[in-house]
């Protein structure tokens, strides 16, 4: 087989700034190919490895991510900034130890390594090393005052630290900046403070982007450390009032599909609705959807007409505080007679508050009132803990509601 030809040196760099120009711009499959271009003539090229590491790590590759620049940096241990990706990738791979120790080495060569700083400053706060954490955020802030999600970062130590007045001062200087990454999860953690007005509902965005970064390890972190039991409660309650196991069976927020193999058994057809793609994709996984479907609950309800004959919801109405939309979309896509079962955290004194824990809580008042007012029997509403939190268990109320005609 003949040897393919050696492309010169300056055709394969004029290739690798091609390729950082498309890596900018997102193109990431074009950028991939010529980085692996440039590996194929050069395969101990520090930059095209280091380069390509941080792009698979991107699509959540990050075993192959740390593969590729952890031998980045056995071939060029001086840069600063291979040390810190490589810290990046570690920290989301939870090997935090590790981490810690690529971040450290960036920051012997560069003291002022902004990845390094930001990224050991998450991992001293997931440790509780607070004072740590806000001095990695304080130099950080430094080098770079005008990093929006700095401020960001900095204020959530504070808050940590019960300095309240400090974090929201932080919050809203984030807010002062045209580059902070997301503005309504900003208004929407100052309104958690009372310093803000309380939204009808958590930001999409927010909520996406948590789940798709949570998906993964979603049912381990819920099911196994935090005890929750929704979806068994829930059909617990629901199981007197199924007359008939050929129905039609919406799960709305279904995530990772915790309630699918539970409805399954009642289902003549059962569709997943969730604001998540990764979420949905882990559910899909479970082979018991006949239909997955990516969007926002009351968006969605709003299109249905009257085609399912139940309608669950385990622990979705944390990210809404005004069900009134919700409670009307479920009943114009149930049939008569139809289902809604659901479950909130418990709010005493107040319709809903938006908690600390950025969810949303409600009174069981409430949830009665609001059915009386939409045209909703009230089947059986009953309190539980779901879950808990800091060992904590955490309050919630289950509500079975039936559609009257």
């Known amino acids: 087989m003949p040897t393919p030809e050696k492309v010169p040196e300056a055709v394969l760099q004029a290739k690798y700034r091609q390729a950082l120009g ?10 991939e190919a010529l980085y692996r271009e440039i590996l194929a003539q050069m395969p101990e090229s520090f930059h095209a490895l280091h380069m390509l590491g941080v792009l698979v790590g991107q699509r959540d590759d990050l075993a192959q991510s740390e593969r590729l620049i952890a031998r980045a940096v056995r071939i060029d241990p001086g840069m600063a900034a291979a040390h810190a990706n490589l810290g990046n990738t570690l920290r989301l791979l939870d090997r935090g130890d590790e981490a810690m120790a690529s971040y450290d080495c960036a920051l012997r060569l560069q003291p002022d390594n902004a990845r390094a700083l930001k990224g050991r400053g998450l991992i001293l706060w997931k440790r509780r090393r607070l004072e740590e954490a806000l001095a990695c955020y304080e130099h950080l802030l430094r080098i770079e005052p005008d990093y929006a999600d700095g401020w960001i970062m900095k204020a959530t130590v504070l808050e940590s630290q019960g300095r309240n007045d400090e974090a929201i ?52 972190h819920l099911v196994t450390r935090l ?4 979806p068994e409660l829930l059909v617990a309650q629901l199981r007197p009032l199924v007359s008939t196991p050929r129905i039609d069976v919406l799960d709305l927020g279904c995530g990772t599909g915790l309630c699918g193999p539970l409805l399954k058994p009642w289902a003549r057809s059962l569709t997943g609705l969730d604001v998540s793609k ?30 399912f004959d139940l309608i669950v919801a385990a622990d979705v ?25 659901f479950s909130t955290e418990v709010s005493e004194g107040v319709d809903s508050r938006l908690q ?15 059915a009386a007012e939409t045209g909703w029997l009230v089947e059986s509403m009953t309190r539980h803990v779901l879950r808990e939190e800091d060992r904590q268990g955490v309050a919630s109320n289950l509500a079975v509601l039936r559609r009257l005609a």
């Open 278 to 307: 990764k979420m949905l994709e882990e559910a899909a996984r479970k082979q018991v959807y006949d239909t997955l479907v990516a969007g926002e609950l009351t968006a969605y309800l709003a299109t249905q007409g009257a085609c």
């Open 317 to 341: 109405f944390i990210y809404i505080g005004d069900l009134s939309g919700v409670f009307a979309g479920a009943r114009g896509a149930l049939r008569a007679g139809g289902l809604f079962a």
């Open 356 to 370: 600390g824990s950025l969810r949303y809580a409600h009174s069981a008042a409430y949830l009665q009132r609001l």
């Open 169 to 220: 001062a932080s919050y809203r200087k984030a807010l002062e900046f045209e580059d902070v990454t997301d503005p309504d999860k900003v208004r929407y953690v100052l309104a958690a403070t009372g310093s803000e007005p309380m939204p009808a509902a958590s930001p999409v965005r927010y909520v996406r982007d948590l789940f798709d970064k949570y998906a993964r390890r979603f049912e381990d």
């Open 22 to 31: 498309l890596h900018g711009k997102g193109e990431l499959g074009a950028a």
């Open 227 to 230: 005890n929750y039991r929704g």
